[in-house]
């Protein structure tokens, strides 16, 4: 029997570890406002520990230099390091770079490996994706950003938004147009930017709900980029010759791992909002009990924990599809959390404001950044309505047109009747 919810000890003893060094270790770095620099010199003994516990990079195989764990054990992980912000770049698996490096690890050159992969595995350089464009998001087919071959180079001309650590990147991983002469499926490719290329203009970092006052250059931005007759390499395509016009299989390899790793991350964040919400329950008094003998709020635990626990199910199972089939079979099951999972975020850490009162509006809880930052999870990867309509796509491939339903009474009936008309008295039925 091959159903099993269960954690084998040795790896249990990982995640025990990983909760009290969370929870000790980088937790209290939350409530420093700490610059860049000294964020790096705080963090770096902090990821050499994580190193010597074998835990780095837990997201690729192990021959390609990471700690080969699996998806079903990194979304355990997750689960941990989602609870803090800081916490998946400590372990050395924080997104995008997570996302790109399993984009060349899976679509890469050995070359381009060796080049980009490995320093970045090593966290000694920092990568963005940048795909998203002002006039198409949603819809890739819409991108316009184009590369034209010019005897050993590509040239890039296009306007980017919402490339995410775009102003703090080494490398920017560039989809665009590489034959607009084909459908955009077999038109687009994928290119590796070095940052310092001449022509790539960082606009800015685009201010948002989660960052209203970040400055540009900070780590965490959302770096508006022109790309004016940006010259590279040809071999700088990703996959080199092969990857030409690879760009959309490319984008799911890399979308469907990143999707299901932020799943895996909103499991911590949403356990965290959860936690607040029942010591509070627990803690207030108001209007002649506690709130947890309010049956309002023990509708919202009973939902909250009924809801998470859905996500992790789904997430888990996601995971595990993955590591017996991979990413692109498992599309159905990824789009499932991908929506699921933003959804019960968000609403779990309304709550959990909510219970709080003026409180939970405050900024002497982490709620309102929760808040802020799980909205977005509604839109980045791909809105909710854009997974719901390939889920709907993908499920009504099983389905067939009827005229009558199939599970029509009358017509059933009349089968059943001539199915057994031997054992049946018929004229006593048709009476
Ligand atoms: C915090 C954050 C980080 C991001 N990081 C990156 C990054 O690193 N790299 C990158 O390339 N991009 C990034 N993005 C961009 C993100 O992937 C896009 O915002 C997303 O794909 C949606 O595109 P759009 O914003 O252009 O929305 P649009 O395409 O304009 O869609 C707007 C809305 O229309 C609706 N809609 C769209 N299609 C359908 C449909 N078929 N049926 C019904 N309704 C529909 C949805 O409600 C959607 O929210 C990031 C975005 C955010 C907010």
Same mark, same amino acid.
């Given at each position: ?105 899976? =679509? *890469?050159?050995? %070359?381009?490996?060796? +080049?980009?992969? &490995?320093?970045?595995? #090593? ?8 795909m998203t464009e002002p006039g198409a998001g949603a819809d890739p087919t819409l991108l316009v950003t ?12 296009g306007h980017k ?14 989809m665009a147009v590489?034959?607009p002469?084909?459908h955009p499926y077999?038109g687009s ?30 780590? =965490? *931005?959302?770096? %508006?980029?022109?790309? +004016?007759?940006? &010259?590279?390499?040809? #071999? ?12 959309f ?137 854009v ?45």
């Amino acid at each position: 029997m091959a159903w099993d919810f269960s954690t084998e000890p040795e790896f249990e003893e990982k995640l025990e570890w990983m909760r009290g060094f969370v929870r000790e270790e980088i937790e209290p770095l939350e409530t420093l406002d700490l610059d860049d620099d000294t964020l790096r010199r705080l963090t770096d003994p902090l990821k050499a520990q994580v190193r010597a516990q074998g835990l780095w990079a837990a997201h690729l195989p192990a021959e390609l230099g990471g700690g080969g764990f699996g998806q079903v054990k990194l979304g355990l992980m997750h689960e941990i390091l989602g609870r803090c912000i800081y916490a998946p770049s400590i372990f050395g698996n924080n997104a995008p770079d997570s996302g790109n490096s399993e984009l060349l690890a899976e =679509g *890469g050159t050995e %070359e381009q490996k060796e +080049r980009w992969m &490995r320093p970045l595995l #090593d966290g000694k350089i920092r990568s963005a994706f940048s795909m998203t464009e002002p006039g198409a998001g949603a819809d890739p087919t819409l991108l316009v950003t184009r590369a034209e071959r010019d005897g050993d180079e590509w040239v890039i001309n296009g306007h980017k938004w919402f490339t995410s650590n775009g102003s703090t990147a080494d490398i920017l991983i560039v989809m665009a147009v590489s034959n607009p002469d084909v459908h955009p499926y077999q038109g687009s490719s994928m290119f590796i930017v070095p940052v310092d290329t001449p022509g790539v203009e960082i606009v800015r970092d685009i201010p948002t709900m989660a960052e209203p006052h970040h400055v540009t250059g900070q780590l =965490g *931005g959302h770096a %508006e980029i022109i790309y +004016r007759d940006v &010259r590279i390499p040809f #071999d700088h395509i990703v996959g080199g010759q092969a990857g030409l016009g690879q760009g959309f299989t490319l984008a799911q390899k890399r979308l469907g791992p990143g999707r299901i790793h932020h799943a895996m991350r909103w499991l911590g964040q949403g356990q965290r909002a959860f936690d607040m919400l029942c010591e509070r329950s627990l803690s207030r008094y108001t209007h002649g009990s506690t709130l947890a003998e309010k049956q309002m709020v023990q509708d919202w635990i009973a939902t909250s924990a009924t809801e998470m626990q859905a996500a992790r199910l789904l997430t888990l199972h996601a995971a595990w599809k993955m590591d017996q089939v991979g990413a692109s079979k498992s599309r159905v099951e990824i789009a499932m959390i991908k929506w699921w999972g933003a959804k019960v975020l968000y609403e779990v850490i309304d709550r959990a404001i909510q219970v709080h009162g003026s409180l939970g509006y405050t900024t002497d809880l982490p709620l309102e950044s929760m808040y802020r930052h799980a909205r977005a999870a509604r839109i980045y990867d791909g809105p909710d309505e854009v997974h719901k309509v390939t889920l709907a796509r993908q499920i009504l491939k099983r389905y067939e047109p009827h005229d009558v339903p199939s599970d029509h009474v009358p017509s059933r009936r009349a089968a059943a009747i001539e199915k057994f008309a031997d054992q049946l008295d018929t004229a006593a039925l048709n009476s």
